[in-house]
């Protein structure tokens, strides 16, 4: 792979400084156009491959860092501005959702990569996301309104692992 970086998740890139930085490959399930967003007229989701986050088609351990901010609000409609900037959240498969897109990209995450989570608590408190994830986060920061929290990830191998056992 060329990209060092996977935002599986990317929807309008909205945290990201550079929105064409060469080093990110930006995948999302969606395309929406230029004006889709009537609050913010200018933004779109155009991911460089769309796809599922829950089913990465890329090798294992292809990327240095992965950057994982899924769906994280219920459906309030299509409609709803939110939900068209950055998807939903299924009420009933939220929790194997989020473990199987957890693990996709903890699959394609190299070995001591840094795998970076973002999850806002609109409709699920992180320490339930926290339950349906295989891993423990090294750190982690929660924003100034308390309600959207970063966590960072490093995958590091077992001694069995390094020694291919």
């Known amino acids: 792979m ?3 970086i996977l935002d ?3 929807g309008i890139k909205a945290f990201w400084f550079d929105k064409n930085n ?6 999302d399930n969606r395309i929406r156009e230029k004006g889709f967003c009537d609050f913010r007229p200018n933004r779109e989701v155009k991911p460089d491959v769309q796809g599922d986050f829950r089913d990465l ?3 294992d351990k292809s990327f240095k860092m992965v950057v994982m901010d899924p769906p994280h609000l219920f459906s309030k409609g299509e ?6 900037a950055y998807g939903w959240l299924n009420r009933d498969t939220w929790k194997d959702d989020i473990n199987k897109g957890f693990n996709e990209c903890w699959r394609v995450l190299g ?3 840094t795998l970076i989570f973002k999850w ?3 409709s699920v408190k992180v320490g339930e996301v926290l339950k349906v994830i295989d891993q423990k986060p090294l ?3 929660t924003t100034a309104k308390g309600i959207t929290i970063w966590l960072c990830f490093m995958k590091i191998p077992s001694k069995q692992e390094e020694a291919g056992l």
Do not use: I, Q, W
């Open 8 to 10: 599986a998740c990317c």
């Open 120 to 122: 806002n608590e609109s």
């Open 2 to 4: 060329s990209k060092l």
């Open 79 to 84: 409609t709803f501005r939110m939900v068209k």
């Open 111 to 113: 070995d001591y990569g």
């Open 22 to 27: 060469p080093n990110v490959l930006f995948h």
């Open 139 to 141: 750190f982690g920061h």
């Open 57 to 59: 088609k890329f090798p």
